[in-house]
Nanobody
Framework: VQLVESGGGLVQAGDSLRLSCAAS????????MGWFRQAPGKEREFVAR????????YYADSVKGRFTISRDNAKNTVYLQMNSLKPDDTAVYYC???????????????WGQGTQVTVSS
């Protein structure tokens, strides 16, 4: 299983970014895909998740209404659309795959390498 994130960068507060996670190596229809983030000096935290099969989603309160997770079955890619970005959103963002519909990082077996998102004020 391979997960490759892309789309990070340096933006200003209020801007938008779309992160992508290209998945390969197996069929993901039964998987849950998650986005997590880790800021310097802080623990990794849950951002959003999606069931690949049904498309059902769940968000952390801190991003609800600003971020949207989605997937493209044909491209085997999961996206995280981030709008109204804030400096507090600055972190390395990780894509992850697992079999359980949870927010706990230890339930996710496969991880990407991460992509840096920096939001300046």
């Amino acid at each position: 299983v391979q997960l490759v994130e892309s789309g990070g960068g340096l933006v200003q507060a209020g801007d938008s970014l779309r992160l992508s996670c290209a998945a390969s190596g197996r069929t993901f229809s039964t998987y849950v895909m998650g986005w997590f983030r880790q800021a310097p000096g802080k623990e990794r935290e849950f951002v959003a998740r999606i069931r690949w099969g049904s498309g059902s989603t769940y968000y952390a309160d801190s991003v609800k209404g600003r971020f949207t997770i989605s997937r493209d079955n044909a491209k085997n890619t999961v996206y995280l659309q981030m709008n109204s970005l804030k400096p507090d959103d600055t972190a390395v963002y990780y894509c992850a795959a697992g079999l359980y519909y949870t927010s706990y990082s230890y339930n996710y077996n496969h991880w990407g390498q991460g992509t840096q998102v920096t939001v300046s004020s």
